[in-house]
């Protein structure tokens, strides 16, 4: 059974920076696609970052130059690295992961890619 757990949320001023972990189980995290989610009160939740089996990555216009997605395979570790934070990024941040169960190829910004995800890690930015 897939299990994400994300960490690494917190609260920081405007142009600081964090560095979220999302550790992965259960199953051959390896080869699949995974993304990072964010909600934020009142908005729709929206895919802001991306990579597949094979280190392709894509990004949001929102996130991108500023956050950077990553994978450490060999501890079934997903990252998405946050600089330059700014108010408007303050939401519940979610690790997502299709379950491919061979070699995912192609990152996705769309949400219906993901079929699991997890209890998310919260952000929030002060001005």
């Known amino acids: 059974q897939v299990q994400l757990v994300e960490s690494g949320g917190g609260s920081v001023q405007t142009g600081g920076s964090l560095r979220l972990s999302c550790a992965a189980s259960?199953?051959?995290?390896?080869?699949?696609?995974m993304g990072w989610f964010r909600q934020a009160p009142g908005k729709e939740r929206e895919v802001i970052a991306a990579t597949d089996s094979v280190g392709v990555t894509k990004y949001a216009d929102s996130v991108k130059g500023r956050f950077t997605i990553g994978r450490d395979n060999p501890k079934n570790t997903l990252y998405l690295q946050m600089n330059s934070l700014k108010p408007e990024d303050t939401a519940m941040y979610y690790c997502?992961?299709?379950?491919?169960?061979?070699?995912?190829?192609?990152?996705?910004?769309?949400?219906?890619?993901?079929?699991?995800w997890g209890q998310g890690t919260q952000v929030t930015v002060s001005s």
């Open positions: 997502a992961a299709l379950g491919s169960r061979g070699h995912c190829y192609g990152a996705s910004l769309t949400g219906g890619t993901y079929n699991y």
């Open positions: 259960g199953y051959t995290y390896n080869t699949d696609c």
